[in-house]
């Protein structure tokens, strides 16, 4: 959905905050007389085998900067692969992070947060000093290692690299395998979702929001209850399938976020959901929801730079290192499937709808939109770079409801794991069978199709119930919007409790998936 609701502060207390690892160096020039020239916060806020994610946080206490150059050593030889906040380079062991023009202007007492990704061997060992402008702040004593654990998930099979050019009709297969029990590694096969015994897969199941819009808002990591039971309550539905929108300013840790809804706090809380929804034998989907990126044209649903609303495309500042970031976080575990942006809307922006497929696939300097774009391409790009192989499911235009030149602009996978990710509801432009079978059903006979959000915004079933049908005589895949207990006109909402109770709309979809299930 494209505007999930703006929260009161009467839901602060569903904040969620976790602790993370950080270092906290206090800098002042050497010599008694001398004022304090800054204070640098630098935490690693994700690891793993051969990298990490950190940031860097510097607070000017001495008097106002109109541009600053904040430099440190390695001291690990570690190695920094991409960066943001900042203008950041390396020589040798030597870190140079110079400011953007957007946050040059750095008053007294005021921070500026950077966030990167780098590689590490042997040891990730922090940095001992920092300067500011050249002058060094004093570290006031050894400099502790950060401490977060590397993860030591368990190695999965690499699944079978299927032909990069599908065939243009369904497969013939030998009798379904026998699927494995609980989630399985997914990887595409022709047309079909399969599982590591070769069986056939349908997703199907519901989207959990919160994770997009309540750390920007400044309320918290999710809307309501995550716990055990709640999840439990999603899989009493007979769901096999828990979709989470994210959002990538609180996954890199920018300094417009809460301390403690960004960075390692938002991160180690999106994987403890994962996990639980792993636990209970079901495939969880990550998703970027909501970007940087400042867009006030047509359409626009917000004029804020920040992650706070739906924007047109990705942008090519911090897409690309969020995305690095959440593959190397669940790289070794391909149950986990990856959903590259919500509901690009290019089309909105640009006069021809050639325009609107280039810029979607290809990013860079797309008319109408007033920042960098990452493409498709980019987004699959950064992901594979990692190693990761898990399944990346890549939307239309039109808020992820044309899918009519999918297959002429798709991107290049090496890996050979791409499907198409269509939404559908009741007040969309395709929302009618005759559509679906213009549109959809020439996809769905080439690769996976799956709904990532179907809904409408009637309180009733009845649309829904003509979606499902079209899907489950095709044998894809849909998911529920939206696991939430919001009124059902302004947002479609399934329950009214998250112990499932399920509102009138959300009886439609709990039925069905239930009778699916033997």
């Avoid at 020039?29 to 946080?57: I, K």
């Avoid at 709640?230 to 809460?258: F, H, M, Q, Y």
């Avoid at 990710?421 to 996976?448: G, I, K, M, R």
Wanted: proline share 8%.
């Amino acid at each position: 959905m494209r505007h999930p609701p703006r929260l009161s502060a009467l839901l602060a207390g569903a904040a969620l905050t976790m602790a993370s690892t950080a270092l906290v160096v206090s800098g002042t020039a050497s010599g008694a007389a001398a004022a304090p020239l800054c204070t640098v916060e630098y935490s690693v806020t994700n690891q793993w085998s051969g990298g990490f994610q950190g940031a860097v946080t510097v607070i000017n206490d001495s008097t106002a900067l109109n541009g600053w150059s904040l430099g440190f050593d390695f001291p690990a030889g570690q190695v920094v692969s991409q960066g943001w906040g900042g203008k950041w380079s390396q020589s040798a062991r030597t870190v140079t992070v110079v400011n953007e023009s957007w946050n040059g202007r750095l008053d007294s007492g005021a921070k500026a947060t950077t966030g990167f990704i780098a590689s590490w061997t042997g040891s990730n060992t922090a940095p001992a000093a920092f300067t500011l402008n050249g002058a060094p702040c004093d570290t006031g004593g050894p400099t502790p290692t950060p401490t977060t654990p590397t993860p030591t998930p368990t190695p999965t099979p690499t699944p079978t690299t299927p032909p990069t050019t599908p065939p243009t009709t369904p497969p013939t297969t030998p009798p379904n395998p026998t699927p494995v029990t609980g989630a399985p590694e997914l990887r595409v096969s022709g047309n079909r979702f399969v599982d590591q015994n070769g069986a056939t897969r349908r997703l199907l199941g519901v989207n959990r929001s919160g994770g997009e819009f309540m750390c920007v808002q400044g309320y918290g990591i999710w809307d309501g209850p995550v716990d055990d039971a709640s999840v439990r309550a999603i899989a009493d539905w007979k769901a096999n399938t828990v979709r989470i929108p994210l959002n990538e300013e609180c996954w890199l840790g920018l300094d417009n976020i809460k301390p403690e809804y960004r960075g390692a706090n938002y991160v180690n809380a999106v994987k403890d959901l994962v996990a639980k929804v792993l636990a209970h034998g079901m495939t969880p989907v990550v998703e970027l929801h909501w970007s940087h990126g400042q867009y006030t044209g047509n359409s626009s649903g917000c004029g804020d730079v920040h992650a706070s609303c739906q924007k047109p495309m990705p942008n090519a500042r911090y897409t690309p290192a969020f995305w690095t970031s959440v593959a190397e976080t669940f790289k070794h575990d391909t149950r986990v499937v990856l959903d590259l942006f919500n509901e690009p809307y290019p089309d909105r922006a640009t006069s021809t709808a050639a325009q609107a497929w280039a810029c979607w696939r290809d990013g860079g300097s797309c008319p109408g939109i007033g920042y960098e774009v990452a493409g498709m391409q980019d987004l699959v790009d950064a992901v594979r770079a990692t190693g990761a192989k898990n399944l990346v499911l890549v939307p239309g235009i039109a808020y992820s409801n044309d899918l009519s030149q999918w297959l002429q602009h798709r991107p290049t996978d090496p890996a050979g794991n791409l499907a198409a990710a269509w939404h559908v509801y009741n007040f969309n432009t395709c929302s009618t069978e005759t559509c679906w079978n213009d549109t959809l059903a020439p996809v769905a006979a080439q690769v996976p199709l799956l709904a990532g959000e179907i809904g409408e915004n009637t309180c009733g079933h009845a649309f829904i119930d003509r979606v499902m049908k079209w899907f489950d005589d095709r044998g894809l895949s849909y998911l529920g919007w939206t696991w939430n207990t919001w009124n059902c006109n302004s947002g479609p909402a399934l329950i009214t409790s998250y112990d499932g109770t399920p509102t009138a709309f959300g009886i439609g979809l709990r039925d069905h998936l239930r009778a699916l299930t033997p």
